[in-house]
T-cell receptor
Framework: GESVGLHLPTLSVQEGDNSIINCAYS??????FIWYKQESGKGPQFIID?????DKRQGQRVTVLLNKTVKHLSLQIAATQPGDSAVYFC???????????FGAGTRLFVKA | DAGITQSPRHKVTETGTPVTLRCHQT?????MYWYRQDPGHGLRLIHY???????DKGEVSDGYSVSRSKTEDFLLTLESATSSQTSVYFC???????????FGPGTRLTVT
């Protein structure tokens, strides 16, 4: 399948534990942030989003936290499962237009 | 992959040859994008389209051209392929007013 990246930051967690993936974004004017998941050989898949007027948003087993003061975004995955093994990207949309900026990604390994 | 297909899925070509990659969607979404993904760089926008025959450049558009004659098809052309264009190419679509993008399965292109 398509390779995503050979030298990505890596997080290794035990199955059942919680995972926290961090991301620093670049533009303090960014209004919208998204987390994507990319499994080996596939395209990125939308997980969850958050607007700049929010600090926290929860989905199914996932929570995104936004700290605008330090321009930091995190994705928390509860009770991590083997199927969560993938590369996770944060993305920001600075202008509300077409040009989304993607981070380089973090590879999550889940140990059974 | 949200009704998005890409063809071919894999291609090996020689330096200097023209190459066209096709993205086809069945969702009737107005906005379409072409990205390349390389180790250490995440996803970088090549070109995007906001309607039939309406296209614009992204951050890494040099050496690439696009065409969109129908809502469902967005073509990416490398006029004269170079080794630096060896990459995985992803097509994406989005709905006006929404920032999340839906990605195709990708095309791995190798230029020898």
């Amino acid at each position: 399948g398509e390779s995503v990246g050979l030298h990505l930051p890596t997080l290794s967690v035990q199955e059942g534990d919680n995972s926290i993936i961090n991301c620093a974004y670049s533009n303090s004017a960014s209004d919208y942030f998204i987390w994507y998941k990319q499994e080996s050989g596939k395209g990125p898949q939308f997980i969850i989003d958050i607007r700049s007027n929010m600090d926290k948003r929860q989905g199914q087993r996932v929570t995104v936290l936004l700290n605008k003061t330090v321009k930091h975004l995190s994705l928390q995955i509860a009770a991590t499962q083997p199927g969560d093994s993938a590369v996770y990207f944060c993305a920001e949309n600075p202008t509300g237009g077409f040009k989304t900026i993607f981070g380089a990604g973090t590879r999550l390994f889940v140990k059974a | 992959d949200a009704g998005i297909t890409q063809s071919p899925r894999h291609k090996v070509t020689e330096t200097g040859t023209p190459v066209t990659l096709r993205c086809h969607q069945t969702e009737n979404h107005r906005y379409m994008y072409w990205y390349r993904q390389d180790p250490g760089h995440g996803l970088r926008l090549i070109h995007y389209s906001y309607g039939v025959k309406d296209t614009d450049k992204g951050e890494v558009s040099d050496g690439y051209s696009v065409s969109r004659s129908k809502t469902e098809d967005f073509l990416l052309t490398l006029e004269s392929a170079t080794s630096s264009q060896t990459s995985v190419y992803f097509c994406a679509i989005s709905i006006p007013g929404e920032y999340e993008q839906y990605f195709g399965p990708g095309t791995r292109l190798t230029v020898t």
